[in-house]
């Protein structure tokens, strides 16, 4: 059997087993702490995905709109901060689990250098590169606003 098969068998298999692992432990712990477990997972999945993946995704985005197929190259640590937000998202304890090892930033790490994902480069002048669209001009209330000042007129 070829790899196609195996991931269709695992995927199909999947519901199955989230089944039977959340009537073990709705048996263990009582059927509504196990559905809080799953509702909690999930809000959490929705958090990582609003926050961290936000940026991940513009970004993907960005450059996928010019025509290249790098997003993934350009961020590895992103791609699994989002494939964890996903699993999280979806109920049940097996993705759940896998999700939140995602989570964590050596398992990250290993998985991108074990797929050849490049870390994105470090910036050390304090500087962050944004689109256009991912940023917008706030004015600081401390600041007095001085565009109609004649002092500043030269």
């Not at 993907?60 to 791609?79: E, I, P, T, W, Y």
């Amino acid at each position: 059997m070829n790899v196609a098969k195996y991931l269709l068998l695992a995927v199909l298999a999947l519901p199955v087993l989230e089944l039977a692992v959340f009537v073990t432990i709705a048996h263990a712990i009582g059927f509504l702490w196990a559905m809080t477990l799953i509702v909690a997972t999930s809000m959490a999945g929705a958090m990582v995905l609003r926050h961290a993946g936000g940026n991940h995704i513009a970004r993907m985005r960005v450059v996928m709109g010019n025509g290249g197929f790098s997003a993934l190259q350009a961020d590895g640590a992103g791609v699994f901060t989002l494939l964890a937000g996903i699993l999280l998202l979806i109920p049940g304890f097996i993705t759940d689990v896998l999700g939140l090892l995602l989570l964590l930033a050596p398992l990250r790490r290993a998985l991108s250098t074990l797929f050849g994902l490049k870390r994105a480069p470090a910036r050390r002048d304090g500087v962050v590169d944004l689109e256009p669209e991912q940023w917008h001009q706030v004015p600081d209330p401390v600041l007095p606003d001085r565009r109609d000042d004649p002092r500043d007129r030269r």
